[in-house]
């Protein structure tokens, strides 16, 4: 039998914590709990889980902050817990590289769901990534699949990925010259649906496209106006 995925819960609100530590065991998931960033990386310190919760408003370090500073060591699933009518710590917190976001109030139901999607997708990426070539040419780009590092060919510079980054760019890699409507790039990213006037999306695009250097006039990622996106550059691929 498969062990039990760990999940990391941090949020000062100790009755949250307690119920979502209820709710999460209870739905078969091993759960370490968090106040602040402090406990946050004695945690991590000691072992990564497969995926945080990581609330936005936490005493000291918030949770921009504590996100940004996992994003330097690790591609973790993150989900941010955001308040429901804050549509810009949604945002800011898809441009630090979380991988996706739930409101407060949720429903542990949903909340679960969002949870198996996430990690379904993490797993799936991890898969597919055995079979790909040892590396992927596009514009002035080389993509090494098994490591997910991303170099510019000519300054040999790497490029961060957050692991949503790097599903999205796959993505865009197995279906050049194709239109990818928002519920696809949600589908590889998330594994779920995207939501009905969810900005995330078109935030992790233009992301992707700033880790790309793109001017986003067509160079590698163009913009099809009330329809999705499309990758238009020429790929080469590496034994």
Not at 96 to 109: E, H, T, V
Not at 208 to 233: C, E, S, W
């Amino acid at each position: 039998m498969a062990s039990a995925k760990r999940i990391l819960v941090v949020d000062d609100d100790v009755e949250i914590r307690e119920l979502l530590q209820a709710y999460l065991t209870k739905a078969g998931y091993e759960v370490m709990t968090a106040q602040n960033g402090h406990e946050m990386q004695t945690k991590l310190a000691v072992q990564y889980p497969d995926l945080i919760l990581l609330d936005v408003m936490l005493p000291g370090d918030d949770g921009f902050t504590l996100c940004k500073s996992i994003r330097k060591d690790s591609s973790v699933p993150i989900i941010m817990l955001t308040a429901v009518s804050d549509e810009t710590d949604q945002i800011v917190g898809l441009e630090l590289g979380a991988d996706d976001y739930i409101a407060k109030p949720f429903s542990p139901r949903q909340l679960i769901a969002r949870i198996r999607a996430l990690l379904r997708r993490t797993q799936q990426l991890q898969e597919t990534t055995l079979s790909r070539p040892k590396a992927i040419r596009f514009g002035q780009w080389r993509l090494e699949p098994a490591t997910q590092q991303l170099h510019q060919v000519v300054t040999g510079m790497e490029i961060e990925l957050s692991a949503s980054d790097y599903a999205l760019l796959m993505l865009f890699i197995d279906h050049p010259h194709q239109l990818l409507d928002r519920n696809a790039i949600s589908q590889a990213t998330r594994g779920r649906d995207a939501q009905a006037q969810e900005r995330g999306i078109d935030v992790q695009v233009s992301r992707l496209r700033q880790r790309l250097r793109d001017t986003g006039k067509a160079n590698l990622i163009k913009t099809v106006r009330g329809a999705g996106y499309m990758f238009v550059a020429e790929i080469q691929y590496e034994s």
